[in-house]
């Protein structure tokens, strides 16, 4: 079965045991505006420029520490990433704001110093072993997550 997910800048199919995730192309009313000269390129292409960056970000992120609080990032060739479809509930916004004062007590505060958007509650579930990262492709949050791998692995798996 096939589901599609989308976020700001990406967008994920979902597919049996995988979850493939390609930059989103700007939305049409945008490309309309671009070709009638109302729109520049920079506008047009920064989307789809930021899908390509997280997806780095994230095959990069995976490849330095594999921490047990991440999706496993399989393959990436810049255009999609090919991830491990990762079983687990949605997590609620109090769910959410406790979960991430619980990695700022783990983390001596230095959350905070990340892009909010790595912590929104559709970026990561909860399983059966704890709280995993679904979505981790922002730049600063590779570095904060290698940096503080051993204290966020106790914060977040059972």
């Known amino acids: ?13 979902l597919v049996g045991r ?29 989307f789809f420029k930021k899908g390509l960056a997280q997806n780095r970000n994230e095959w990069k992120s995976w490849r330095v520490c594999k921490a047990p609080f ?4 399989l393959l990436s060739f810049g255009l999609m990433n090919v991830q491990k479809r990762i079983d687990g509930e949605e997590v609620s916004v109090k769910e959410g704001g406790e979960l991430i004062g619980k ?4 983390t001596g505060n230095n959350v ?18 704890g709280y995993i990262f679904v979505d981790y492709g922002d730049a600063d949050f590779g570095t904060f997550v290698v940096h503080w791998q051993k204290e966020l692995t106790e914060a977040l798996v059972l």
């Open 18 to 46: 995988y979850a493939f995730k390609f930059p989103k192309l700007p939305k049409w009313g945008l490309v309309k505006s671009f070709l009638k000269g109302k729109s520049s390129w920079a506008l047009l292409s920064f």
């Open 70 to 73: 991440l999706a496993p990032t």
């Open 103 to 106: 990695m700022a007590k783990a």
């Open 112 to 129: 905070y110093t990340i892009e909010p958007h790595s912590f929104f509650p559709d970026n990561f579930l909860r399983g059966k072993r």
């Open 1 to 13: 079965m096939l589901r599609a997910k989308y976020g700001s800048s990406r967008i994920v199919f």
